[in-house]
T-cell receptor, first 115, second 111 residues
Framework: DSGVTQTPKHLITATGQRVTLRCSPRSGDLSVYWYQQSLDQGLQFLIQYYNGEERAKGNILERFSAQQFPDLHSELNLSSLELGDSALYFC??????????????FGPGTRLTVL | EDQVTQSPEALRLQEGESSSLNCSYTVSGLRGLFWYRQDPGKGPEFLFTLYSAGEEKEKERLKATLTKKESFLHITAPKPEDSATYLCAVPGGTSYGKLTFGQGTILTVHP
């Protein structure tokens, strides 16, 4: 158990809908990262927040957005869902976020299925 | 752009048969290389971080090594419970948080 929690574990929804994925980092960690894992793309970095502020952005679609709250939990919002958004979404956390070699600890993931 | 390539894509071993997994990388200034283990449907589990060429780290039956162009994950006398996908990743050059992952090696150890 990494100490990172994610809810829900599974999410089934329809195209065009909007969903919110939630992540709580390990105690004491200030950075939260979001990754998408699909069969054909592997693990892809989406976005990082450090202590409430956006720190780094990957190939995140405009339909996707995230935020980190004062209690450091984070939410990833996915809207206008398409079939291709079906994937595993992972949250990771690290102590800092200013040092590139910070170890990232991953949560158990949310499996999103878009029908 | 950072690139990470892992080989082989899949590896089938008999219990006790030692082998190595490869991770080659192209980055502008290596700031660490990470190894993770991932079981099906689960989140990646951190194994090792290597920072400089020549560095080695060990954990039970696993040993990770690093050169200037690649890293190896050596598995000694594997057991069926070592079956998993092994991922390596490097931090982004200008993006502090981004980890670029390889596609992984699926290891299956038969009893």
């Amino acid at each position: 158990d990494s100490g990172v929690t994610q809810t829900p574990k599974h999410l089934i929804t329809a195209t065009g809908q909007r969903v919110t994925l939630r992540c709580s980092p390990r105690s004491g960690d200030l950075s939260v990262y979001w990754y998408q894992q699909s069969l054909d793309q592997g693990l892809q970095f989406l976005i990082q927040y450090y202590n409430g502020e956006e720190r780094a952005k990957g190939n995140i679609l405009e339909r996707f957005s995230a935020q980190q709250f004062p209690d450091l939990h984070s939410e990833l919002n996915l809207s206008s869902l398409e079939l291709g958004d079906s994937a595993l979404y992972f949250c990771a956390s690290s102590v800092g976020g200013m040092v590139v070699s910070d170890t990232q600890y991953f949560g158990p993931g949310t499996r999103l299925t878009v029908l | 752009e950072d690139q990470v390539t892992q080989s082989p894509e899949a590896l089938r071993l008999q219990e006790g048969e030692s082998s190595s997994l490869n991770c080659s990388y192209t980055v502008s200034g290596l700031r660490g290389l990470f190894w993770y283990r991932q079981d099906p449907g689960k989140g990646p589990e951190f194994l090792f971080t290597l920072y400089s060429a020549g560095e080695e780290k060990e954990k039970e039956r696993l040993k990770a090594t690093l050169t200037k162009k690649e890293s190896f994950l050596h598995i000694t006398a594997p057991k069926p419970e070592d079956s998993a996908t092994y991922l390596c990743a490097v931090p982004g050059g200008t993006s502090y948080g981004k980890l670029t992952f390889g596609q992984g090696t699926i290891l299956t150890v038969h009893p």
